[in-house]
């Protein structure tokens, strides 16, 4: 195993920290592929820069035998003027990418046929800032059997959608030559990231085709626009998704198998999707790098993907309590045998039968998206809608959540089971510490549908009592 993987299998085994999260080391060489909050991926109002780095990865011979090594063979901008710990950040940066590009290991060869794919990593700085890696990997031009490459964009900002539409427009131009990425690239980072239902227009002049103007619009709705359900509803039943659902939220052991990158890396974000407003606080690697795949072993919280061809590595691993999903065949190849029975009957009922309703109306992602999430955010309103009456706010401003008082409030006695659990969590844990430190409920999607309920539930009060 080379430096690199070394490394950052220890970035894994380092002292655990709040809710089992692996905290990052600064002595370490490797960033953390770990702990995206979905949640800080999706909120952004917009104006930043739309990346940080483009770079091209390609397979190169190790110097001491016949396998292939990942290196970034492009990269830019070339960062330049860089303070000593600067420099040292984007090396450690830089290094930890190539793997990430390439997950499955060494056992390449030239090919004359690769089906493209699109995935998506994330990393984690020393100070808890995130980084998403999006990726297109392909068969370059050219005659004979070659390599595959890759494109990688590096952002901070979360919205898959956009930015695979930004890797189209890469791969157009490196077909053409690496000098004509360079001004697109240029432009796209002068512009401003767009707010939510806002639209960037990039003009780009591409040799034998004139000047061409590329749109860039983002989703109206950003909680949804780092998400693609269509994956995860071509692998898996409603039933199947609504038991993945129930294990993410008790934070247990999630390991995803698949053949392709682009399904582990689409239905890992799905899952963790369909916590939202809470968000995934523990290990969350979409595609496992071979050389870190004794994740699987972690005794902590984890959701992670891992390529079918290391089915054999895993199931030979020592695991407890794992929910094991073969993304291929559509089953579960180990459970802990409870899944059905951690959420209420009632609210299963109510999302399955949404779920249901309409599936084959749908024609955009967009639509699908909100189709998908939307039984999922109700059943969150359903159960911890009430939260924001039970904090109680002190002199200074500072609220204290009433923990036993909110509970007690459900009336239903399923509800109130899964409630006491899962206030337990760090999903909830981290939400509600983020409301005792805001005076006003955040004016966001969930407290919108927290209001509709609220509004449905008067309106049907009334027209009961007017019935009587």
């Known amino acids: 195993m080379d430096g690199l993987g070394r490394r950052l299998r220890a970035s894994l085994r380092l002292k655990r920290g709040r809710g089992g999260s692996v905290q990052d080391n600064p002595e370490e060489a490797a960033k953390e592929p770990e702990r995206t909050q979905e949640r800080c991926l999706s909120s952004f109002a917009g104006g930043q820069h739309f990346f940080e780095y483009l770079l091209v990865v390609s397979l190169k011979k190790k110097r001491s035998g016949e396998d292939y090594e990942p290196m970034i063979t492009y990269q830019f901008p070339k960062r330049e003027n860089l303070l000593r710990g600067q420099q040292e950040e984007e090396e450690r940066l830089l290094s930890a990418i190539p793997l990430f590009c390439f997950p499955d290991g060494n056992e390449w060869a030239p090919l004359t046929e690769y089906p493209r794919e699109t995935f998506s990593f994330v990393l984690t700085n020393v100070d808890g800032s995130r980084k998403i890696g999006y990726c297109r990997r392909l068969l370059p031009a050219g005659p004979g059997p070659r390599l595959p490459m890759v494109y990688c964009i590096i952002s901070c900002v979360g919205c898959f959608g956009l930015f695979s539409k930004i890797l189209d427009e890469v791969e157009k131009r490196h077909q053409i030559s690496v000098a004509v990425i360079y001004p697109f690239m240029q432009g796209l980072r002068e512009a401003a990231f767009p707010a939510p239902g806002k639209t960037v227009t990039l003009k780009s002049f591409i040799p034998?085709?004139?000047?061409?103007?590329?749109?860039?619009?983002?989703?109206?709705?950003?909680?949804?626009?780092?998400?693609?359900?269509?994956?995860?509803?071509?692998?898996?039943?409603?039933?199947?998704?609504?038991?993945?659902?129930?294990?993410?939220?008790?934070?247990?052991?999630?390991?995803?198998?698949?053949?392709?990158?682009?399904?582990?890396?689409?239905?890992?974000?799905?899952?963790?999707?369909?916590?939202?407003?809470?968000?995934?606080?523990?290990?969350?690697?979409?595609?496992?790098?071979?050389s870190l795949l004794d994740t699987v072993c972690c005794p902590t919280p984890f959701m992670v993907g891992v390529q079918m061809r290391f089915l054999q590595e895993v199931m030979e691993s020592p695991m407890e309590e794992v929910l094991l999903v073969n993304l291929c065949e559509g089953t579960f190849l180990?459970?802990?045998?409870?899944?059905?029975?951690?959420?209420?009957?009632?609210?299963?009922?109510?999302?399955?039968?949404?779920?249901?309703?309409?599936?084959?109306?749908?024609?955009?992602?967009?639509?699908?998206?909100?189709?998908?999430?939307?039984?999922?955010?109700?059943f969150f309103v359903k159960t911890v809608g009430h939260y924001a009456s039970y904090i109680k706010r002190e002199a200074n401003g500072r609220g204290c959540f009433q923990e036993r008082a909110f509970c007690k409030a459900l009336p239903s006695k399923a509800k109130r089971r899964f409630v006491k659990k899962f206030v337990k969590t760090q999903l909830f844990s981290l939400f509600i510490q983020e409301a005792e430190r805001s005076k006003n409920p955040p004016a966001g999607y969930f407290q919108q549908k927290i209001l509709e309920y609220e509004e449905q539930k008067k309106h049907n009060k009334s027209r009961e009592k007017s019935v009587k």
């Open 208 to 290: 034998d085709s004139g000047t061409e103007f590329i749109s860039l619009t983002r989703p109206l709705d950003s909680h949804l626009e780092h998400v693609d359900f269509s994956s995860l509803l071509q692998c898996l039943s409603f039933e199947q998704i609504l038991q993945l659902f129930a294990s993410a939220v008790l934070e247990r052991r999630i390991i995803f198998l698949a053949e392709g990158l682009s399904t582990l890396s689409q239905c890992i974000h799905a899952v963790a999707a369909l916590l939202y407003p809470f968000s995934w606080a523990h290990t969350y690697i979409p595609v496992v790098p071979k």
């Open 334 to 378: 180990m459970s802990v045998g409870d899944e059905k029975d951690i959420l209420p009957p009632k609210l299963q009922a109510d999302i399955l039968d949404s779920l249901g309703q309409g599936i084959s109306e749908l024609q955009t992602p967009e639509q699908t998206n909100e189709h998908v999430s939307g039984p999922f955010v109700q």
